[in-house]
């Protein structure tokens, strides 16, 4: 996936670039930067110090050292101080800077902390939607795998009621007991009208569905792959191969990509032999979405990821 939030230590990231929150001067060390010179050892440290002033929203880089990366870039986040466009540009361009710096290296991965939600106290609800629109925006016209790292679950609990509406959605929709999902899936066995209608619904494989839904939304396959955040290798293969299977992910990741409904998303991902479980907070977070016909990937692993630890 070209986008992927994840629950780790940046200084451990195996990327091309690792991303450091920084000072202007370098001289107030904290959060992040202990971490990164702590790995990378005293070499990083003189070589941040060598860069100079940094002005808020600008990026330099050096190498990296014993890092796991072959650079680091080094940003200067906005200090919070009353919730300005000032602000959120200063942020913003933190993201972009940074990725069209690994855009004329010619990278293949970046790894972001959350830029300024530390010492510079950005709130962090707001500090991530900037992260989130800024990174999707660069991926709409470019090709990098890049990573958002959250250190741990408190640095990143966001408490809104965009969140409040989806717990209360996956409290009374939640299967709780095996014997009731058992019987949910006795029921959809029962309504079905006979084995061959159930044959036929297979007769295309998911590759071909895929490919002709595609086709009925007028869309190029790039506008899909990329709205379901999987690189063009992967489509390339599903294309190719009509017997190709894909992960539950890919498949539901290209059915919302696709904004079908519930039925026909379904239908799609049964071609690949899944089905949504109400005992899966993952795809009642997915079916959430698409009642409320809300189909933007990053908005729905943002969600997941603050639910399930994972994202699509």
């Given at each position: 996936?070209?986008?992927?939030?994840?629950?780790n230590?940046?200084?451990?990231?195996?990327?091309?670039a690792?991303?450091?929150?920084?000072?202007p001067?370098?001289d107030n060390?904290?959060?992040?930067?202990?971490k990164?010179?702590?790995?990378a050892?005293d070499?990083?440290y003189?070589?941040r110090?060598?860069l100079?002033?940094i002005?808020?929203?600008?990026?330099?880089?050096?190498?990296?050292?014993?890092?796991?990366?072959?650079?680091?870039f080094?940003?200067?986040?906005?200090?919070?101080q009353g919730?300005t466009?000032?602000e959120h540009?200063?942020?913003?361009?933190?993201?972009?800077n940074?990725?069209?710096?690994?855009?004329?290296?010619?990278?293949?991965?970046?790894?972001?902390?959350?830029?300024?939600?530390?010492?510079f106290k950005?709130?962090?609800?707001?500090?991530?939607?900037i992260?989130?629109?800024?990174?999707?925006?660069?991926?709409h016209?470019?090709d990098?795998?890049?990573?958002?790292?959250v250190?741990?679950k408190e640095?990143?609990a966001?408490s809104?009621?965009r969140?409040?509406?989806?717990?209360?959605y996956i409290?009374?929709?939640?299967v709780?007991?095996?014997?009731e999902?058992?019987?949910h899936v006795y029921r959809?066995?029962?309504?079905?009208?006979?084995?061959?209608?159930?044959?036929d619904t297979l007769e295309k494989t998911f590759?071909?569905a895929?490919?002709?839904?595609?086709t009925a939304t007028?869309?190029?396959?790039?506008?899909?792959?990329k709205k379901?955040n999987?690189?063009?290798?992967?489509?390339s293969?599903?294309?190719?191969?009509?017997?190709?299977?894909p992960?539950?992910?890919t498949?539901m990741?290209?059915?919302?990509?696709?904004?079908?409904?519930?039925?026909?998303?379904?239908?799609?991902?049964a071609?690949?032999?899944?089905?949504?479980?109400?005992?899966s907070?993952?795809?009642l977070?997915?079916q959430?979405y698409?009642?409320?016909k809300v189909y933007?990937l990053f908005e729905?692993?943002?969600t997941?990821?603050?639910?399930?630890?994972?994202?699509?």
């Amino acid at each position: 996936m070209p986008f992927r939030i994840v629950r780790n230590d940046i200084s451990s990231m195996t990327v091309d670039a690792i991303v450091n929150s920084t000072h202007p001067l370098g001289d107030n060390i904290g959060g992040v930067e202990t971490k990164l010179f702590e790995v990378a050892g005293d070499a990083l440290y003189q070589a941040r110090q060598s860069l100079g002033v940094i002005q808020a929203g600008d990026v330099k880089y050096t190498q990296a050292f014993k890092l796991s990366a072959n650079y680091v870039f080094h940003t200067v986040g906005p200090t919070f101080q009353g919730d300005t466009n000032d602000e959120h540009n200063v942020l913003s361009a933190c993201y972009e800077n940074s990725l069209d710096l690994a855009k004329r290296l010619n990278l293949v991965s970046i790894a972001f902390p959350l830029i300024a939600s530390g010492s510079f106290k950005f709130p962090k609800s707001q500090a991530l939607s900037i992260a989130v629109e800024s990174i999707k925006a660069f991926l709409h016209e470019n090709d990098l795998l890049i990573y958002l790292v959250v250190y741990d679950k408190e640095s990143y609990a966001l408490s809104t009621e965009r969140y409040e509406s989806v717990q209360s959605y996956i409290n009374e929709n939640t299967v709780v007991t095996l014997r009731e999902q058992r019987h949910h899936v006795y029921r959809q066995a029962q309504i079905s009208e006979s084995i061959a209608d159930f044959i036929d619904t297979l007769e295309k494989t998911f590759s071909e569905a895929l490919l002709e839904r595609i086709t009925a939304t007028g869309k190029t396959d790039q506008e899909i792959y990329k709205k379901a955040n999987i690189d063009r290798k992967l489509f390339s293969k599903i294309r190719s191969n009509r017997h190709y299977q894909p992960s539950k992910n890919t498949a539901m990741a290209l059915g919302l990509a696709l904004e079908l409904d519930l039925k026909a998303f379904n239908d799609l991902i049964a071609k690949a032999g899944y089905t949504l479980s109400a005992s899966s907070k993952t795809d009642l977070i997915i079916q959430y979405y698409i009642d409320r016909k809300v189909y933007d990937l990053f908005e729905i692993n943002t969600t997941l990821f603050e639910f399930t630890n994972r994202t699509l």
